[in-house]
């Protein structure tokens, strides 16, 4: 089988030919995120409707990463049988299911199922995503194209509380999961019919080729590095609602109004991460991202209820920096037949780890003192993480 891509795309072409191709899979990208992240700004209802505390909120964030962790390990096997077209169509699908699942269940158990299954269906996507994005686009302009793509959660985290605060405002939360599953099932048909698929597919995992992958350095550290990005892109924001309305006396509605606003100038942010990691180098942009990040958290935990919306605006900014640095060392650091796998298995922890752990810990501290301090333990981890930018090799200049 070639390596050209399906409908009419030819591979490795430079992106304002196959801009078509990239814009529909950042659509895609933009509804999983959207479908994940709804949860935070639906929060405080949902804990005043469930009759719930903060723990068990944190819960349902991290069994939703333990789902995705569970994905990452069956992704390389269904895009090495079935192809990515059909992987992505089928995480869509399976998205809606488990979407209308969460709206229609009662008991508390039956939520947690609903979030683990959304998790897992998420997770299937990004692979197949990704790796379908480096065989369209010429290596020049990875930066460029995970630009553009990391566009899709940074939009996803703009509409989350607004939809929300809609959705709260004319039913229930209820009503939030019911309406995004039909999105994501007419967007599956859509995709069925006309989406792009590469000539080639990633190679079937056999213990071999893990321990390929694990024996390099810069693999456990692009791990650690999605790991931190997750948390401060996602879990943080998860927390944001619950921090702003019980710490520092925002109303709900004004707390998503914030939430949602703050992450208008990650669209732009992260256009401008995409070409400066294209003209400096990943290492430099993640370097500079991590750090500003890492501060702006610590600032946003401990300082006093007038420094939380910039710290909430700069957090948001300098956080939409990480992904198109990670993603285009991602690409740089193995072989086109690899890439799926190794995606999948540095993804497989960030879920948990960033997006799981970090914002359950945050809530957990909640829950127990304080969600200040458990944002500046966050902040500080973060700062430590860019020791973990030289492990990337040559390619994270």
Request: net charge positive; with cysteine.
């Amino acid at each position: 089988m070639g390596t050209e891509p399906s409908a009419g795309f030819q591979a490795r072409d430079r992106l304002g030919r196959v801009l078509p191709p990239v814009l529909f899979l950042t659509l895609i990208f933009f509804l999983h995120f959207l479908a994940r992240q709804l949860l935070g700004p639906l929060l405080p209802a949902m804990e005043r409707d469930l009759r719930i505390g903060h723990a068990v909120s944190g819960l349902f964030i991290l069994v939703m990463g333990m789902g995705f962790f569970l994905s990452q390990l069956t992704a390389a096997f269904l895009t090495a049988r079935f192809g990515y077209r059909v992987c992505i169509v089928l995480s869509l699908w399976a998205a809606a299911a488990a979407m209308a699942g969460v709206g229609l269940v009662g008991s508390l158990g039956a939520l947690f199922v609903g979030f683990f299954l959304l998790g897992v269906t998420g997770g299937l996507y990004v692979p197949s995503g990704i790796a379908l994005i480096s065989v369209l686009v010429h290596p020049r302009d990875w930066g460029k194209a995970m630009g553009i793509h990391e566009l899709a959660p940074n939009l996803a985290l703009i509409v989350a509380p607004f939809f929300a605060t809609m959705v709260l405002g004319l039913a229930s939360w209820r009503w939030g999961y019911l309406s995004l599953a039909g999105f994501l099932a007419i967007t599956g048909a859509v995709f069925a019919r006309y989406g792009v698929d590469a000539g080639t597919r990633g190679t079937t995992p056999d213990l071999q080729r893990i321990r390929e992958i694990a024996k390099n350095p810069a693999f456990w550290g692009l791990a650690g590095l999605l790991s931190l990005a997750v948390g401060v892109e996602t879990g943080v924001y998860a927390v944001v609602p619950l921090f702003l309305v019980n710490e520092r006396g925002f109303d709900l509605t004004e707390a998503n109004r914030i939430l949602g606003l703050s992450r208008i100038p990650g669209l732009a942010v992260v256009l401008l991460s995409g070409w400066i990691t294209d003209r400096l180098s990943p290492g430099t942009t993640l370097r500079l991202s991590l750090g500003i990040t890492g501060a702006t958290i610590v600032a946003l935990g401990l300082g006093p209820r007038e420094v939380a919306i910039p710290a909430v605006f700069a957090q948001a900014a300098a956080a939409a920096c990480l992904f198109p640095p990670i993603l285009s060392a991602a690409s740089g650091i193995s072989t086109p037949e690899n890439r799926a796998l190794t995606i999948s298995l540095s993804l497989a922890v960030a879920p948990v780890l960033g997006g799981g752990l970090v914002p359950a810990g945050i809530a957990f501290a909640g829950e127990v003192g304080s969600f200040g301090l458990g944002l500046a333990g966050a902040g500080v981890l973060v700062l430590a993480g860019t020791a973990l930018v030289r492990s990337l090799g040559a390619r994270s200049g």
